[in-house]
């Protein structure tokens, strides 16, 4: 089969696991609920289905030995920690920095209220804004991410998944074009965040540390779902392009600037790492075709092995921790 084919068909595979997720996850609970009954139960079994699904598709149809979390971007090899708190850093800072400028251009009205009831509501809140970021970014950022890569290029590939991004909150309450737009360039943050540092811990941390500062430490709306301003609530006043109105920061043009910003940052400074993914197409000629990965035709797919050491590197099986020289990866 021609290589893009089955790496579209894989992508498409990935479609169906996430689909499965959330048919199977939606019978524990509705992200629908109030918070503390619905999402504390969805999102949690969302993401061990997401995780189930991918770990078979990446064993049990690719092929790939090892552990099938590091396949998918989940590898707990150095620098995943440097990536964490860089990632946190740059989530929360461009959230307060927003809201710096909406409290200086604008009003920013804080109120905070703390009791037990309000503390075990955050707790809760942290819980579930952990399992929503990495099941997110597992799904839009993860395994379709890279197959969609292989198959159409990096480019293509990162609209595509971050259209999608942007399609599934436009359910969110008081959604619209703006909300739909900065989301989808928030995607684009995190596709290139995956790509660069080839692994989803970056991405996880920024999506985690955005919706943490923004909802439980300012209190205001997450795209906009109120239900994290459980010990802050805030309110905004200004123009929309300033504040973004009910929807919140997502929504305003300020959001875009602050996120288009941060797109900037990560492409200027955020150096590319070696292929960390290490996923492949069994038969197919040459390395694994992974992110961004190997020279060839410019789109992270690999030139065919020629020579004496076509046949090894022609294997079709790769351990998920290893790289294609068989030398482990460590990062910078």
């Not at 109105?245 to 150096?271: C, D, N, R």
Request: contains cysteine; positive net charge; hydrophobic residues 55%.
């Amino acid at each position: 089969m021609n290589q893009r084919w089955f790496a579209f068909s894989r992508f498409v595979l990935g479609l169906i696991a996430i689909a499965a997720a959330h048919f199977l996850a939606g019978g524990f609970g509705s992200q629908d609920m109030f918070l503390l009954r619905g999402d504390v139960v969805y999102r949690p079994m969302l993401l061990l289905f997401l995780l189930a699904g991918f770990s078979i598709v990446v064993s049990g149809f690719d092929g790939v030995r090892g552990n099938p979390l590091a396949a998918i971007g989940l590898a707990m090899r150095r620098p995943w920690l440097r990536d964490l708190w860089v990632g946190g850093l740059l989530g929360a800072g461009m959230v307060t920095v927003a809201v710096a400028l909406i409290a200086v251009m604008g009003n920013l009205a804080i109120t905070v209220s703390v009791s037990r009831v309000a503390i075990a509501r955050a707790v809760l809140a942290l819980f579930i804004l952990v399992c929503a970021a990495v099941a997110e970014e597992v799904s839009f950022r993860g395994y379709p991410l890279q197959r969609l890569v292989q198959a159409i290029g990096p480019a293509p590939a990162v609209l595509v998944l971050s259209l999608l991004f942007g399609a599934v909150h436009l359910r969110n309450p008081h959604a619209a074009a703006w909300g739909y737009t900065n989301t989808v360039l928030i995607g684009v943050l995190l596709s290139v965040a995956c790509l660069r540092t080839q692994s989803l811990w970056m991405p996880i941390a920024i999506h985690f540390w955005w919706n943490t500062t923004l909802g439980l430490i300012f209190g205001l709306p997450v795209s906009g779902l109120r239900e994290f301003s459980v010990i802050t609530r805030s309110h905004t006043g200004g123009p929309l392009w300033l504040t973004g109105g009910s929807y919140g920061l997502e929504a305003s043009a300020l959001g875009a600037m602050v996120i288009v910003t941060g797109i900037a940052g990560l492409a200027v400074f955020l150096p590319a790492r070696a292929p960390g993914f290490a996923l492949s197409a069994p038969g197919a000629p040459g390395p694994p075709a992974i992110p961004g990965g190997f020279a060839g035709d410019g789109r992270g797919l690999p030139e065919p092995a020629l020579g004496p050491a076509a046949t090894e590197a022609s294997l079709p099986k790769l351990d998920a921790e290893a790289q294609p020289d068989g030398k482990s990866f460590s990062g910078p």
